[in-house]
């Protein structure tokens, strides 16, 4: 006797089944418009930073001897 062979079927359809992360997902599906009003922000924060301590560098320090 002689075992048919299965073969698989073409189906039209495909798998998607494929489990991605997260961040993968978020990477993939990124604002460019948004991307780039965070870079906006984020370097008005530092900026803002940066002279909060430079004003204090101007300021003379006094000790009380």
Same mark, same amino acid.
């Given at each position: !006797?002689?075992?048919?062979?299965? &073969? %698989? !079927?073409?189906?039209?359809? %495909?798998?998607?089944?494929?489990? +991605?992360?997260? #961040?993968?997902?978020?990477?993939? /599906? +990124?604002?460019?418009?948004?991307? @780039?009003?965070?870079? =906006?922000? #984020? $370097?008005? &924060? &530092?900026?803002?930073? @940066?002279?909060? =301590?430079?004003?204090?560098?101007?300021? %003379?320090? /006094?000790? $009380?001897?």
């Amino acid at each position: !006797m002689k075992t048919k062979e299965k &073969i %698989p !079927m073409k189906t039209s359809q %495909p798998n998607n089944k494929v489990e +991605e992360s997260i #961040y993968a997902l978020l990477v993939r /599906s +990124e604002d460019k418009k948004r991307a @780039l009003l965070e870079t =906006i922000v #984020y $370097g008005l &924060i &530092i900026l803002s930073a @940066l002279a909060a =301590i430079l004003q204090f560098t101007d300021q %003379p320090v /006094s000790f $009380g001897a």
